[in-house]
């Protein structure tokens, strides 16, 4: 007798008698989907920008995107929020980011609808969507989708990703991570890498191998129940992470310079059809030195940095392609829908010159061009994060303007690919049509023949406001069904309709001639002012790359254009108009508990983001360690903060009780104790007070006494000339071992503590002096 079912949540369609005999069975139905459903899988890039694949015009080798792209489309018009977050909570579920709540990265949310940084459940995503039509669903890799003050084991995990519909992750919930050491989650879990860097560790194989094992795990139990998975890789985002062979490929292939790189890039879009035959290259960006202005120093260590960049693209690719190979290897490619995205334009937060490490920067210690050329050949390795100077991130955006952060089209067009050979018929070919990341959830349902449900899990859900371009994939003539779409990040605004983009860049339209700094307020006043007379506009349909501003010919349509922004801005939850930054970081927040002075910690425990750490920085501040050491004695982290990049941490070794401050990884200040811990419980206590104050102009912290403590006895001290003035980025701190990377040379790997630790107490009482400007840097710099 064959297997009855009926619809879950219906009446029972068998028959129940006095007994089994004269019963019959029937059993409520799994949903299950379509018998050939396709595959679906977004490969979303970080920071990687219109002219970076090779597909797109770019120098740097990337084939297996080339061969999608290849058997496949490119689109040329598609565009994203022009930041991290707020696009991949687009690309996940079809809606404005002020509509998801998510008009910047959620460190800098503020109390309002469209920026407090909760993305509301009435938007579901499309892993909810697909779920509930019988695929599997699977997140791997960047996350940045849920406040930074619940990325911890407090939860709530409500919007992690197995509570927004993924049954499986693997990845890390901020905005950026160490490639080489990175902070991994499995599930609602941390873990530790499963190799170290000199094993030959690098995070994107790892998450390739993870995905690949989350769809064979399914596969081999139910070959044709199909996949849903959202690929987002590290990369390109800083830290520039690779191994050296990688960008040792690229040695003196950029030696020419960022305006070389256009200039050939450009050329290459106008044969590949990239871009219009006549499309002009925007101008030189007034931010941008000219490469032949620059040292010899200056060239050969900006050129090593693009190098160490393009082998991290390439790499990365690489590593794509293995993906790829799986999924033919299962016989799943060719009915796999893939979609290949960037998240917004390629970053300018290495800053005019670069670093070797982001730290410096955020702390206002950049190191000396001399410094950064004497650790040249260890650029990308797993001692240093690294990011490139602004001069490659114009380049990488090539024809267009600007970059990451800006509604400029360089912050805002992205490469974009769609390929699926059992279902696209026309390959190789490039679409012109107007489209936005809103419009791929539509355009996937609309292919799979799904509508977009009323309710997930019981909450209505609001309107899907992307349109599909499914109708494109085999018409490159067709008309778009996206005629309006409305931009605004940090204060900077724009709009396109129909063939014509209208930009007003806040604070200007290059740092160099804004007025006031970027992250400036707007005031009404200022507001009126940019209404009045700050708006650009640009006939996009015939000037590609924004160069010609037509505003003083057609005043009648740019005021229509300007009304039509406020029309869009009043229906997606974008007001109020806000162009802070710093404002928005220091701006108070609920908290997940209540602030305190006494923190304490237990060993095996999670590791804290740093913005859920205390802040024991320029501040008088101790750290108690309740521990039992064994008669044979113990060695290990009590308790660290940080990473090789800068932080501290307190540890036994050699029997002795130390303590190490590194300061942006440049100097190391010590302490130790002048003898032995002895076997027993004993109260191990580390002491900083600020002997003077802070110079941030200087980029040095309070300088200070530091002092060790055993059972209330003072065993060692030392003084500290200056401290970190600023952040710890990373910045986690971990109870018990040291994960990542090191903190300090004096110790390799996790360092575990082999004694027995009770708990740690950070205690945080007295005064508290911060540099709020420097921890909106770093939260903006791990977008």
Not at 261 to 266: A, E, K, P, V
Not at 607 to 612: E, G, N, R
Request: hydrophobic share 35%; charged share 20%; glycine share 10%.
């Amino acid at each position: 007798m064959s297997v009855v079912e009926y619809p879950e949540g219906t009446a029972f369609t068998g028959v129940v008698g006095r007994t089994a005999e004269e019963s019959s069975p029937a059993w409520p139905a799994r949903t299950r989907a379509p018998k050939g459903s396709p595959n679906v899988l977004f490969i979303v890039l970080d920071d990687t920008g219109f002219g970076q694949l090779g597909c797109f015009g770019s120098p740097i080798e990337t084939p297996n995107l080339d061969a999608l792209a290849a058997n496949g489309l490119r689109y040329n018009n598609m565009h994203t929020t022009a930041l991290c977050s707020p696009s991949r909570s687009c690309v996940i579920t079809g809606r404005n980011h002020h509509s998801n709540a998510m008009a910047c990265i959620t460190e800098l949310a503020t109390g309002y609808p469209g920026y407090n940084g909760i993305v509301p459940f009435e938007n579901g995503y499309l892993s909810e969507i697909l779920l509930g039509h019988g695929y599997n669903t699977y997140a791997v890799g960047k996350w940045h989708l849920i406040p930074s003050s619940q990325e911890t084991a407090a939860g709530p995990y409500d919007r992690w990703p197995l509570g927004r519909g993924f049954e499986r992750f693997y990845g890390f919930l901020g905005g950026d991570t160490s490639q080489w050491n990175p902070d991994l989650i499995y599930d609602n879990h941390q873990v530790e890498p499963p190799a170290t860097p000199a094993e030959g560790y690098h995070l994107t194989p790892d998450l390739v191998d993870k995905a690949s094992r989350f769809v064979a795990d399914a596969k081999q139990i139910d070959p044709d129940k199909p996949f849903f998975l959202y690929f987002a890789t590290g990369a390109t985002h800083a830290p520039h992470h690779v191994p050296k062979e990688w960008a040792d490929k690229y040695t003196g292939k950029f030696d020419d310079g960022w305006d070389a790189y256009r200039t050939g890039t450009h050329a290459r879009q106008q044969e590949l059809g990239i871009v219009p035959v006549d499309t002009e290259l925007s101008r030189h960006d007034p931010d941008v030195p000219g490469w032949d202005t620059l040292s010899d120093d200056e060239r050969r260590l900006y050129a090593r940095e693009m190098e160490v960049f393009a082998g991290f693209l390439s790499h990365t690719d690489h590593h794509i392609g293995k993906l790829l190979d799986f999924l033919r290897e299962i016989g799943e490619f060719d009915n796999t829908l893939i979609m290949v995205v960037s998240d917004n334009g390629a970053s300018a937060e290495g800053g005019l010159t670069g670093t070797t490490n982001e730290a410096q920067f955020f702390n206002n210690a950049p190191e000396p061009v001399e410094e950064s050329l004497a650790v040249i050949d260890e650029i990308g390795g797993p001692k240093h994060f690294n990011h490139y100077p602004w001069g490659w991130t114009w380049a990488g955006n090539t024809p267009f303007r600007r970059w990451k952060r800006e509604t400029y089209r360089g912050g805002s067009s992205d490469p974009f690919i769609v390929h699926w050979p059992d279902r696209i018929r026309a390959k190789g070919e490039v679409r012109t049509q107007y489209a936005h990341i809103i419009d791929m959830v539509p355009t996937v349902l609309d292919l799979l023949q799904l509508d977009a449900p009323s309710t997930i899990r019981g909450v209505p859900q609001s309107p899907i406001q992307g349109v599909s371009f499914a109708h494109t994939l085999d018409d490159a003539a067709a008309e778009t069904n996206h005629h309006t779409q409305y931009f605004e990040m940090f204060g900077h605004r724009s709009i396109y309709h129909d063939g014509w983009r209208a930009v007003c860049p806040w604070p200007g339209a290059s740092f160099s001639e804004a007025g006031v700094p970027f992250g400036a307020p707007i005031s009404a006043e200022t507001l009126s002012k940019l209404d009045a007379t700050g708006w650009e506009l640009y006939h996009v349909a015939e000037d590609f790359a924004e160069n010609h501003d037509v505003a003083a010919d057609h005043r009648d349509l740019l005021i229509a254009m300007i009304g039509r922004w406020y029309v869009e801005a009043g229906k997606y939850d974008v007001m109020p108009v806000d162009g802070s930054a710093l404002t928005r970081m220091i701006s108070e927040k609920p908290l997940l508990a209540a602030p305190r002075d006494s923190y304490v910690y237990y060993p095996g425990t999670q590791s804290l983001p740093y913005f859920a750490a205390p802040k024991v920085l320029n501040r008088p501040h101790s750290i108690t360690a309740d521990v039992e050491i064994p008669e044979h004695g113990a060695e290990g982290v009590l308790v660290c903060q940080g990473s090789a990049a800068g932080g501290y941490t307190l540890f036994l070794q050699d029997g002795k009780l130390h303590y190490v401050h590194n300061y942006v990884a440049r100097e190391y200040f010590r302490v130790e104790s002048n003898d032995a811990v002895p076997s027993g419980n004993h109260s191990l206590r580390y002491e900083f007070e600020p002997t003077g104050e802070l110079s941030l102009a200087n980029g040095k912290g309070s300088p200070g006494r530091m002092q060790l403590y055993v059972d209330g006895a003072l065993v060692g001290e030392a003084d500290a000339p200056y401290t970190t003035p600023a952040m710890f980025n990373p910045g986690a701190l971990t109870c018990g071992a040291n994960p990542g990377s090191p903190i300090t040379p004096d110790y390799e790997g996790l360092f575990p503590f082999t004694g027995t630790i009770h708990h740690v107490t950070v205690d945080v009482s007295g005064e508290t002096i911060e540099d709020s400007e420097a921890q909106m840097k770093a939260a903006m710099a791990r977008q």
